[in-house]
């Protein structure tokens, strides 16, 4: 008996200083070894801090770092300040390692070291284009996380012979499952992105090198995105599958948070060739977003008003198929209801230091304008219009199938093809005020250049074309040209839809080239150049408009009758020039039923003031009433004041005298002339000529 206790004091003292016998270093080199070829990563072990055989095996590592491949010296993908592994005793005493518990703090992700020092973030490459910087996120970081993996009571460990070759697979039949937890805290040092994520996942290994996570969930706790506040998504998976050739399949996909529902599958193949084990060769997923009351999400997470009309965004459900081969990104097909409109489209973008993109859109219509519009100062609740959730799903199924998908649009090629290519069609589009229908845009961008050509086959009764160019200057406001041509279009209707009422009417031909600098409209406004070439036929101008009522009964007593009707536009055309958002014609021309029309003007935009100087000159009209010689008076116009409304002031002074005179001549030609008459009364020679002189008759 005391030899048997005696044999257990030594044993005991034997297991306890065992870990003092054994090669720490090389101990170090076969875990790094083992994770490196696990991970398809390297992995670098900074030492063994601790190595212990009782109470309980353990072994504890630090700083552990998982690098890019083929890199040494750049940030790490992830780091651990510790790491500790704990094994069971029987197993390990006959020559296998079987874990029972592995726990990591002090977890860095994306640009931490260990020792929490910021990296630079990664240069991007020089031909990054201007659209896809301006997509950047924030570069988040997790600081500070946690993981671990435990086998409950009762389950059977996976085992890995302690003296074979490093990678040499474990023995799993029977195992598992394993418990995975991790807390994930997120943050940015600008303070876009902040909270915690937690992980949880039950990990089937008795299959390996397959592997089954079922379920698993990742849950965020009182996150901040950007300006939304108290975010708490759940992102979960029924099943997640790895097969033995490395090949993910995701089942049950749900991102949930609130109303918002977005349930999908996924499929990950592994790259093949020199590329790690851990990288994506090739990825695809189909994902489908319930009917959501956009809005009235909106509101439970941001302080500020929501943008754009109250009733907008209140119905919104998408679905997608994505797919990534070979460094391409191709989504197609892509549907989306947004409230009463309808789009489809399909993209391609090419991933890699010089990324390319070409995009297919197609709306049936949209008015863009209620989603522009500025949020009200004192909004009602969200809520109050908000359509019911059962409501919103009806109306997106019950809704017109929507415009043709369009096909997969192809990549640009070759090293002096643009950046960004898009095209856009439309049934009916309203931005900006104005409507266009039949609308095909094709936009370029290159660098910092960008080119868009517009055509809309109806646009208020007529066509348009034109061409926008903008360039993206260092230290220096944009600069954009546009040149444009509108073909017949209805004025009256144009410029209700601009001004609620149209100061004009008529069949409308437009040309335009024009140039200006600046990030804002009213810088556009301070700045714009060029030419403007107008010609109306067929119209009514509302400052004649108001001429006539206001100074026709005092032309009717001298016999000219001038009605709204009479001064109804035949024709009018202008040409002008325009520099710092002042434009100038020295060739105002046009013609109304009884009056020919010439003059000077000006618009100022910046001002929104008009001014312009007319001479109106009574014509004799082919098919008109008799003027009885009053052809050729002229009345002086004034036209002055903000662009919505502006006065006019007609000179009728001389115009009034110069038609009396006239009248007066007409009877003193005639057989019944007083003038000669009272001469021969008063037998006062030349008494008719001295009052023809004396009168201007």
């Given at each position: ?165 490093p990678g040499r697979p474990p023995r799993s039949a029977g195992t598992g499952p ?88 996924l499929v990950l193949e592994p790259a093949t060739g020199a590329a790690p084990r ?157 409507a266009y229908g039949d609308l095909g845009v094709n936009a370029l961008q290159q ?251």
């Open positions: 008996m005391v030899a048997a206790g005696a044999l257990a004091l030594v044993l005991a003292a034997l297991l306890a200083a065992a870990p003092a016998l054994v090669d720490r270093e090389a101990l170090r080199e076969r875990i790094q070894a083992e994770a490196s070829l696990a991970l398809g990563l390297p992995v670098r072990v900074g030492a063994v801090a601790d190595l212990r055989l009782l109470p309980r095996p353990r072994i504890v590592l630090g700083p552990v770092r998982v690098l890019a491949a083929g890199s040494d010296t750049a940030a790490p993908l992830a780091a651990a300040e510790r790491m500790r592994l704990e094994l069971a005793l029987a197993p390990l005493l006959s020559g296998r390692a079987e874990p029972v518990l592995l726990q990591a703090d002090g977890i860095a992700l994306q640009s931490m070291t260990p020792t929490r020092r910021r990296m630079s973030p990664p240069r991007m490459p020089p031909s990054m284009p201007h659209w896809l910087a301006a997509l950047s996120l924030p570069s988040a970081e997790v600081r500070d996380a946690e993981l671990t993996l435990r086998y409950p009571a009762g389950a059977r460990r996976l085992s890995w012979p302690v003296f074979g070759e394993i418990t995975v937890l991790a807390l994930l805290p997120l943050i940015t040092d600008d303070g876009r992105l902040a909270g915690t994520l937690t992980f949880g996942a039950q990990a089937e290994t008795d299959d390996l090198p397959a592997l089954t996570l079922a379920p698993l969930r990742l849950a965020g706790a009182d996150l901040r995105l950007g300006s939304l506040l108290g975010v708490t998504p759940v992102l979960s998976a029924e099943r997640a599958v790895r097969n033995a050739p490395g090949v993910w399949r995701v089942s049950g996909l749900a991102l949930s948070e609130g109303e918002l529902d977005l349930r999908g599958e851990s990288a994506v060769g090739a990825a695809r997923a189909r994902f489908r977003l319930a009917p959501l009351d956009l809005r009235r999400w909106l509101a439970r997470h941001l302080d500020d008003p929501i943008p754009g009309a109250a009733d907008r965004l209140r119905c919104v459900a998408a679905a997608v198929d994505v797919e990534l081969v070979a460094g391409r990104l191709d989504v197609a097909p892509l549907a989306l209801r947004l409230d009463d409109s309808q789009a489809r489209a399909a993209a391609s973008l090419r991933l890699g230091q010089a990324p390319r993109a070409a995009a297919a859109l197609r709306l049936d219509r949209l008015d863009l304008d209620p989603y522009l519009r500025a949020p009200a100062q004192s909004a009602p609740d969200a809520a109050a219009s908000s359509l019911a959730g059962a409501d919103c799903a009806a109306i997106a199924e019950a809704a017109a199938p929507g415009p043709a998908q369009p096909d997969l649009p192809a990549l640009p090629q070759g090293p002096d093809a643009a950046d960004l290519v898009l095209d856009l069609g439309a049934e009916s589009l309203r931005a900006g005020a104005l660098g910092r250049h960008t080119v868009l050509d517009i055509a809309a086959g109806a646009f208020y009764g007529g066509t348009l074309k034109a061409r926008i160019e903008r360039m993206q200057r260092p230290a220096a406001p944009p600069r954009q040209t546009l040149r444009g041509e509108a073909t017949g279009a209805d004025l009256g209707a144009l410029l209700t839809d601009l001004q609620g009422e149209p100061q004009m009417t008529g069949t409308a031909y437009l040309t335009a080239e024009l140039a200006a600098a600046g990030s804002d409209t009213e810088a556009l406004r301070r700045d714009l150049s060029g030419s403007l070439r107008l010609r109306v036929a067929n119209g009514r101008l509302a400052a004649l408009d108001r001429a006539a009522a206001s100074f026709g009964p005092l032309l009717s007593t001298v016999g000219i009758e001038v009605t709204p009707d009479t001064l109804a536009i035949s024709r009018l055309g202008l040409s002008a020039d325009g520099e710092d958002g002042v434009f100038r014609s020295q060739d105002i021309d046009g013609r109304v039923r009884l009056f020919a029309l010439a003059g000077t003007g000006a618009l100022d935009l910046p001002a929104e003031r008009v001014q312009a100087d007319v001479t109106a000159t009574l014509v004799q009209p082919p098919d008109g009433p008799d003027l009885k010689g009053l052809a050729g008076i002229q009345v002086p116009i004034r036209i002055t004041g903000p662009v919505t409304a502006p006065e006019v002031d007609a000179e009728l002074g001389p115009a009034v005298a110069e038609a009396a005179r006239r009248a007066a001549r007409r009877h003193l030609d005639g057989d019944g002339n007083v003038l000669e008459q009272l001469e021969d009364a008063t037998g006062v020679q030349g008494l008719e000529e001295g009052l023809r002189n004396l009168f201007g008759l």
